[in-house]
């Protein structure tokens, strides 16, 4: 799997937008970005995933590098309860793709939403 | 209802016991997993089961030992309970081996402390 780099920590402001950067400088062309977080005392649970174009679903945004390097996570009105561990992974799709292997999770950007 | 179940959510415990985590998923999945995320937070794929059948087993201990009595069940047993055993183990679910990574759903965790 491609590695993955992101930053430990950030704070966002409740009601603003927060921004969650995620570099894959070595993602493969088959290789699909996915977002994951982590809230306190919970399991993972799956954000968004995309592969090339940019993505939205009820939860957040997904903005991808047009060379795929790097990629940004948005959600764009945080609340308190977003507070948690922010997870990007780098995997193929399909067997191997996160079934056979299990997901790779990093140390994650811990995102606190401030009052 | 609870997706993915896990039982119980905190035990602490005496080095040298044998101890079970159980899990149960209501999903219908085929595929269920057992992670572990140690003191620092990594979170790592321990075991896979699909259809009763283990089909990967990192290197843990053989201490560890998963056990599926039906599919939608897949419990951890761990015998001889070391002081670096102590992790929060998460249990999870996928329809199949071929689901994305966005198809997998996690229970909320056992604590285990070995004291």
């Known amino acids: 799997d491609a590695k993955t780099t992101q930053p430990p920590s950030m704070d966002c402001a409740e009601g603003r937008a927060a921004n969650l950067p995620c570099n894959h400088s070595?993602?493969?062309?088959?290789?699909?970005v996915y977002w994951y977080r982590q809230i306190h005392s919970q399991g993972p649970q799956y954000i968004i995933h995309?592969?090339?174009n940019n993505e939205t679903n009820e939860m957040a945004s997904l903005i991808i590098t047009e060379d795929r390097k790097s990629s940004t996570l948005i959600l764009p009105h945080a609340t308190l309860r977003d507070t948690a561990v922010y997870y990007c992974?780098?995997?193929?799709?399909?067997?191997?793709?996160?079934?056979?292997?299990?997901?790779?999770f990093g140390k994650g950007t811990h995102l606190i939403i401030q009052p | 209802d609870t997706a993915v179940s896990q039982t119980p959510k905190y035990l602490v415990t005496q080095m040298g016991n044998d101890k079970s985590i159980k899990c149960e998923q209501n999903?219908?999945?085929?595929?269920m997993y057992w992670y572990k995320q140690d003191s620092k937070k990594f979170l790592k794929i321990m075991f896979s089961?699909?259809?009763?059948?283990?089909?990967i087993n990192e290197t843990v201990p053989n201490r560890f030992s998963p056990k599926s009595p039906d599919k939608a069940h897949l419990n951890l047993h761990i015998n001889s309970l070391e002081l670096g055993d102590s992790a929060v183990y998460f249990c999870?679910?996928?329809?199949?081996?071929?689901?994305?990574?966005?198809?997998?759903?996690f229970g909320s965790g056992t604590r285990l402390t070995v004291v």
């Open positions: 999870a679910s996928s329809q199949d081996l071929t689901s994305a990574p966005r198809g997998y759903t």
């Open positions: 070595t993602i493969s062309g088959n290789e699909y």
């Open positions: 995309g592969l090339k």
């Open positions: 992974i780098v995997r193929v799709a399909g067997v191997g793709g996160g079934g056979a292997d299990g997901l790779t």
């Open positions: 999903l219908g999945h085929d595929t």
């Open positions: 089961y699909n259809n009763k059948e283990l089909i």
